[in-house]
């Protein structure tokens, strides 16, 4: 086994908990020969108004200190006065700032015509239209409604040098932008961070488009690879859309990243884009996917190689698993959540068996 390295898995409520379980069932050492440590913290909407969110601030000091962290999905309440949600006080404890939620193919799903490679949505994951001061000023039909946004041209540049990154792993094209002529102050400055971003990375493909451009070309453009940086709201937006487009959300995980000085991962947070599904929960039927892959995704942050190669095998693994016939009822099957785990460990192991043999 390689050095140990701590994960901070952050649990959560009803579905969402089911599903971390089955994710940490794949990262078992037993299973992935890696030497990790799981540092367990209560994130439930139980224990959060328990400990008024301080368990929340435990995690994201120990996601600090260890640079990693796996989250449930967890329930935020509606209530003024109340909790309120644990992901935004993770953001700001660890300085989040990039949120990167990839959509890809799943072997027997069907996408819409034309999709098949990969598309990363690269994307604020904070100020923008969320955080926003509003107001209203009169009455009746005379009433008008005001917000003020922000953004900052540190994230801008962040989420810039991200999604030339990003696109270089996966030998994709950085695709879109902001709607920088129409507002060439506020959404201007992230278009002149990903002018700049480019400049500096001349050996990734660059085509800036208008968001509005960038919408109607997702359902034309075939065969490409793509990285879409975006501002916070329409990278939301995107996100929804893109991951739609293959057929599901379930093929997909979700990043929350917080960069150093030198625009490079410092602290990464993975969990799955779906929510707690409260109508699943206890019944086994809800699909781990998602969360099994944001295991997968955090491991190639880990900085081994053989992490890398685990990373590697249990995305493999998943998509094996699907393409062998074991799929939960949202894909088509009757498969049960812990017995589609149970064949993508299988695979796993296999995997990392025959490849010792080939090292």
């Given at each position: 086994?390689?050095?140990?390295?701590?994960?901070?898995?952050?649990?959560?409520?009803?579905?969402?908990?089911?599903?971390?379980?089955?994710?940490?069932?794949?990262?078992?050492?037993?299973?992935?020969?890696?030497?990790?440590?799981?540092?367990?913290?209560?994130?439930?909407?139980?224990?959060?108004?328990?400990?008024?969110?301080?368990?929340?601030?435990?995690?994201?000091?120990?996601?600090?200190?260890?640079?990693?962290?796996?989250?449930?999905?967890?329930?935020?309440?509606?209530?003024?006065?109340?909790?309120?949600?644990?992901?935004?006080?993770?953001?700001?404890?660890?300085?989040?700032?990039?949120?990167?939620?990839?959509?890809?193919?799943?072997?027997?799903?069907?996408?819409?015509?034309?999709?098949?490679?990969?598309?990363?949505?690269?994307?604020?994951?904070?100020?923008?239209?969320?955080?926003?001061?509003?107001?209203?000023?009169?009455?009746?039909?005379?009433?008008?409604?005001?917000?003020?946004?922000?953004?900052?041209?540190?994230?801008?540049?962040?989420?810039?040098?991200?999604?030339?990154?990003?696109?270089?792993?996966?030998?994709?094209?950085?695709?879109?932008?902001?709607?920088?002529?129409?507002?060439?102050?506020?959404?201007?400055?992230?278009?002149?961070?990903?002018?700049?971003?480019?400049?500096?990375?001349?050996?990734?493909?660059?085509?800036?488009?208008?968001?509005?451009?960038?919408?109607?070309?997702?359902?034309?453009?075939?065969?490409?690879?793509?990285?879409?940086?975006?501002?916070?709201?329409?990278?939301?937006?995107?996100?929804?859309?893109?991951?739609?487009?293959?057929?599901?959300?379930?093929?997909?995980?979700?990043?929350?990243?917080?960069?150093?000085?030198?625009?490079?991962?410092?602290?990464?947070?993975?969990?799955?884009?779906?929510?707690?599904?409260?109508?699943?929960?206890?019944?086994?039927?809800?699909?781990?996917?998602?969360?099994?892959?944001?295991?997968?995704?955090?491991?190639?942050?880990?900085?081994?190689?053989?992490?890398?190669?685990?990373?590697?095998?249990?995305?493999?693994?998943?998509?094996?698993?699907?393409?062998?016939?074991?799929?939960?009822?949202?894909?088509?099957?009757?498969?049960?959540?812990?017995?589609?785990?149970?064949?993508?460990?299988?695979?796993?192991?296999?995997?990392l068996e025959v490849w010792s043999t080939l090292a």
């Open positions: 086994m390689s050095e140990r390295r701590a994960i901070v898995v952050m649990e959560g409520d009803q579905t969402g908990q089911e599903l971390l379980e089955e994710a940490l069932r794949v990262l078992d050492p037993s299973v992935t020969r890696l030497d990790l440590e799981f540092l367990r913290f209560d994130l439930s909407l139980e224990n959060r108004r328990r400990t008024k969110n301080g368990v929340v601030h435990e995690a994201a000091e120990a996601m600090k200190r260890a640079g990693l962290g796996m989250k449930a999905a967890t329930i935020t309440p509606e209530g003024a006065g109340d909790v309120g949600s644990p992901n935004a006080i993770l953001r700001k404890d660890i300085n989040g700032t990039v949120i990167v939620r990839t959509g890809r193919r799943i072997p027997g799903v069907n996408p819409l015509p034309g999709v098949h490679a990969p598309i990363s949505v690269v994307r604020m994951a904070v100020d923008d239209a969320y955080g926003a001061e509003e107001r209203r000023e009169g009455e009746g039909l005379e009433e008008v409604a005001y917000r003020t946004e922000r953004i900052s041209r540190k994230v801008c540049r962040g989420v810039a040098e991200f999604a030339f990154i990003q696109a270089r792993r996966m030998h994709a094209k950085v695709f879109g932008g902001p709607k920088w002529t129409v507002s060439p102050v506020y959404e201007g400055m992230f278009k002149e961070e990903l002018d700049r971003a480019a400049e500096k990375n001349r050996d990734v493909r660059y085509e800036p488009q208008l968001i509005d451009a960038t919408y109607a070309l997702l359902l034309s453009s075939y065969g490409e690879p793509m990285v879409i940086p975006a501002l916070n709201r329409d990278g939301d937006c995107l996100s929804d859309l893109v991951l739609q487009m293959f057929g599901s959300i379930a093929g997909a995980e979700s990043l929350l990243i917080s960069l150093d000085d030198d625009e490079n991962p410092e602290i990464v947070m993975s969990e799955a884009p779906h929510g707690t599904a409260p109508a699943l929960e206890g019944k086994n039927i809800a699909n781990p996917m998602a969360m099994i892959l944001a295991g997968a995704a955090l491991l190639t942050f880990v900085g081994s190689e053989h992490a890398s190669r685990v990373s590697r095998a249990i995305y493999e693994a998943t998509f094996e698993t699907i393409l062998d016939g074991t799929k939960t009822a949202d894909l088509g099957g009757s498969a049960h959540t812990t017995e589609f785990t149970d064949e993508v460990i299988r695979h796993v192991k296999n995997k």
